[in-house]
């Protein structure tokens, strides 16, 4: 993955995970509220902060009945119409200059997430650093081509694809000419349960794609986020809010600042924990040999006494014979007087 032309952070196996921040519709129609999330997240350690440009015009048809309605009783949004929902959780367009400025300003990446091609354009005048692909958009092949052919950094979630639309999706951006792309292993489900998210697939599609890939995570806390490090997740995506207590279209399934300050402290951790493969004690590891057991006399010796287990112990520290020589030693008689706390050698036979 390339450096990103805005921020110049570097993402990949090699750099820490990148921690993004997604506002979506959590800024509950207040600008004010969503500057203030830009602000949590940047105290909160986050590395980038992540819209949504559309408006519910160019996600649906305004129509509240049938295939437009949402009658699932167990969905968040259970008794509303696609229309109304996506009025209520869009971020004006004309709030994203504002926000990105204050992203700048506080040392965040910001960039967003298009749900059709006016929405590309627009960015495009604002100069985002990359573009993100919603699951639901993972397929949508036109909108692909027109982001890939950006030349800018793709960031594709690929929650319900099977492996064949995902093998779709990512020729169709190659071929269009994305030469930086993430996938982002992804249970489109909210909240998501970790039973369902199914991270070992996240080194099987590194290999099988030959790119960077991360998590965007709708589980609640941050033990999946964690162990995704562990497999390799190069970038995770949790949606932010202020306070969940607030209320909001995604609050119930989004992160708190606290949490959010955690999940940053605690990916780099298991990120710098992997290390290398590594059988040997390291440069810290090797101060605490001194603390291993080895063979010490336990009572003061005359010369010419024979070693038994009463004058023979193995015990810490570790400034003796190592403990295998012990059956080597017992019953050998000593060329000189030793104190007790003396270190076995084999000068002393």
Known sequence: MEKFNHGGRLVGEKHPPFIVAEMSGNHNQSLERALQIVD?????????????????????????EGDFF???????????????LYQEAYTPWEWHEPIFKCCRELGLIAFSTPFDETAVDFLETLDVPCYKIASFENTDLPLICKIAATGKPMIISTGMASVAEIDETVRVARGAGCKDLILLKCTSSYPASPKDSNLLTIPHMQTLFNCPVGLSDHTMGIGAAIASVALGACMIEKHFTLSRADGGVDSAFSMEPEEMG????????????????SYNPGEQESKSLKFRRSLYIAKDMAAGEVLTPENLRIIRPGYGLEPKYYDVFLGKKINQAVKKGTPLSWDLI
């Open 40 to 64: 949590a997240a940047a105290r909160a350690g986050a590395h980038a902060i992540k819209l949504q440009t559309y408006t519910a015009d160019t996600m649906t048809l305004d129509v509240n």
């Open 70 to 84: 949402i009658a699932d009783k167990e969905s968040l949004w259970q008794g509303r119409s696609l229309y109304d």
């Open 262 to 277: 955690q999940l940053v402290i605690e990916s780099e951790r298991a990120w710098q924990a992997l290390g290398q493969i």
